[in-house]
Nanobody, 129 residues
Framework: QVQLMESGGGSVQAGGSLRLSCAASTSGYTYSWIWMAWFRQAPGKEREAVAAIYVRGRPVYANSVKARFTMSQDNAKSTVYLQMNSLKPEDTAIYYC?????????????????????WGQGTQVTVSS
């Protein structure tokens, strides 16, 4: 009923930029999304929240990416983006799109994976020095 598809990953040098996209496709699902988020996971590390956006609100960011990354949504609310600037080797990870599709929002904070009931497959971001 809901599919999230990430794109835009790649390999860049430190200081470069990438823009990730997450397209949400729905088919007769009861609810729209309330929160959309980006998570990332590096080898040997736990999944980490990067940014999230409320359907009528402003993005929130992890401290590690604040001032470098910008999350946004299109006017149709079907696609969200993550503009990543000034990339660092520490940003290397698989980046996942996640969504909370519900009426009022599922239980949990924006940075808790359990909050989100749909996930994309991930897109690799590699930053070399």
């Amino acid at each position: 009923q809901v599919q999230l598809m990430e794109s835009g990953g790649g390999s860049v040098q430190a200081g470069g930029s990438l823009r990730l996209s997450c397209a949400a496709s729905t088919s007769g699902y009861t609810y729209s999304w309330i929160w959309m988020a980006w998570f990332r996971q590096a080898p040997g590390k736990e999944r980490e929240a990067v940014a999230a956006i409320y359907v009528r609100g402003r993005p929130v960011y992890a401290n590690s990416v604040k001032a470098r990354f910008t999350m946004s949504q299109d006017n149709a609310k079907s696609t969200v983006y993550l503009q990543m600037n000034s990339l660092k080797p520490e940003d290397t990870a698989i980046y996942y799109c996640a969504a909370d599709f519900s009426r009022y929002g599922r239980e949990g904070a924006w940075d808790e994976p359990e909050k989100y009931n749909f996930w994309g497959q991930g897109t690799q971001v590699t930053v070399s020095s």
